[in-house]
T-cell receptor, first 114, second 113 residues
Framework: NAGVMQNPRHLVRRRGQEARLRCSPM?????VYWYRQLPEEGLKFMVY????????ESGMPKERFSAEFPKEGPSILRIQQVVRGDSAAYFC????????????FGQGTRLTVV | DQQVKQNSPSLSVQEGRISILNCDYT??????FLWYKKYPAEGPTFLIS?????DKNEDGRFTVFLNKSAKHLSLHIVPSQPGDSAVYFC????????????FGKGTKLTVNP
């Protein structure tokens, strides 16, 4: 039973490019949370999605960031026109239902903007 | 505003001794608390949790204490082992909403052989 899979593990983008981060939840999980960890900080909630629905995006920056979780395929966190301040580790967590406290985390994608 | 605070960025203890990691929170709406362990380049892994209706939860070498009146919780590891060396995050959640976790900044624990 594979865990939460995130890819790529490392992503380097130049300023102004787009970054796409993928998260495949555990089998049977239909709820996905995305968190961001800036250097020397704790993880901060970004968005909570259920299949085909955004439930809570209160932690998402208003511009350039978007997320989706289609009926088929992984959840995608998309960052347009990346800036240096977007450099961080991005983690997703999945759960079988609306219990974020029981979600399992993936290994993260480390985004570096140069 | 930091709703969950871990005021000690690092802690160093000797193998076999007790490690005590502390966490304070400000939002009285939180009703469930968790501790995660994180190794470099890996995701957080769940360690232990406690509901706000309890004041103690124990799992093997790990015990979490909750003092609601002081809005304070602590994680005790006894005895500490070198493999416990990692960053420990305290997290809080309000159950019933979207259940997003609110994390502290973490405490880096080093257990010396």
């Amino acid at each position: 039973n594979a865990g939460v899979m995130q890819n790529p593990r490392h992503l380097v983008r130049r300023r102004g490019q787009e970054a796409r981060l993928r998260c495949s939840p555990m089998k049977g999980h239909s709820h996905v949370y995305w968190y961001r960890q800036l250097p020397e900080e704790g993880l901060k909630f970004m968005v909570y999605l259920q299949k085909e629905n955004i439930i809570d995006e209160s932690g998402m920056p208003k511009e350039r960031f978007s997320a989706e979780f289609p009926k088929e395929g992984p959840s995608i966190l998309r960052i347009q026109q990346v800036v240096r301040g977007d450099s961080a580790a991005y983690f997703c967590a999945s759960s079988p239902d609306r219990r974020g406290s029981e979600a399992f985390f993936g290994q993260g994608t480390r985004l570096t903007v140069v | 505003d930091q709703q969950v605070k871990q005021n000690s960025p690092s802690l160093s203890v000797q193998e076999g001794r007790i490690s005590i990691l502390n966490c304070d929170y400000t939002n009285s709406m939180f009703d469930y608390f968790l501790w995660y362990k994180k190794y470099p380049a890996e995701g957080p892994t769940f360690l232990i949790s406690i509901s706000s209706i309890k004041d103690k939860n124990e799992d093997g070498r790990f015990t979490v204490f909750l003092n609601k009146s002081a809005k304070h919780l602590s994680l005790h590891i006894v005895p500490s082992q070198p493999g416990d060396s990692a960053v420990y995050f305290c997290a809080a959640v309000f159950q019933g909403g979207s259940e997003k976790l609110v994390f502290g900044k973490g405490t880096k624990l080093t257990v010396n052989p």
